[in-house]
């Protein structure tokens, strides 16, 4: 059994207005210095595979099929 | 500068509707041997700080107070 774990960021240059939401509330509770804020999605995989390659390989395909939107937003995958 | 990254994920026990949905939805696409999914966030930082200390218990205040709902989710927070 492997565990894998994949974080999903919108791309750079994609407004994230859920992390610039966070900026305003994080500035108006008195936290000064927060020059920027991106937030993403990381969604943690239990699964019966037990090659780590190919853990990797069918968790990127689904990345590809329904994870990630791959127009707007890019993913890593890491397999522990 | 420094970044953070923090990563908030509902704590063990915590019923998570979306990470049912996405094993769901994996499960229908074909993807065999997925035992479980858990869904969080991840928001990372750009910070004005340079002391990496000083930025983690900055970053750790954030959390308590807007980032993560503690009752029902943890959080890990990563300087680089």
Not at 15 to 40: C, I, T, Y
Not at 43 to 51: K, V, W
């Amino acid at each position: 059994m492997m565990k894998a774990r994949v974080t999903v960021m919108l791309k750079t240059g994609v407004l994230d207005p859920q992390g610039e939401a966070v900026r305003h509330a994080l500035g108006a509770l008195g936290f000064d210095g927060v020059e920027g804020v991106r937030q993403g999605k990381v969604i943690e995989l239990d699964l019966a595979e037990t090659s780590a390659a190919e853990a990797e390989a069918n968790v990127t395909r689904m990345c590809e099929k329904l994870l990630a939107n791959t127009v707007i937003e890019s993913y890593r995958v890491e397999i522990a």
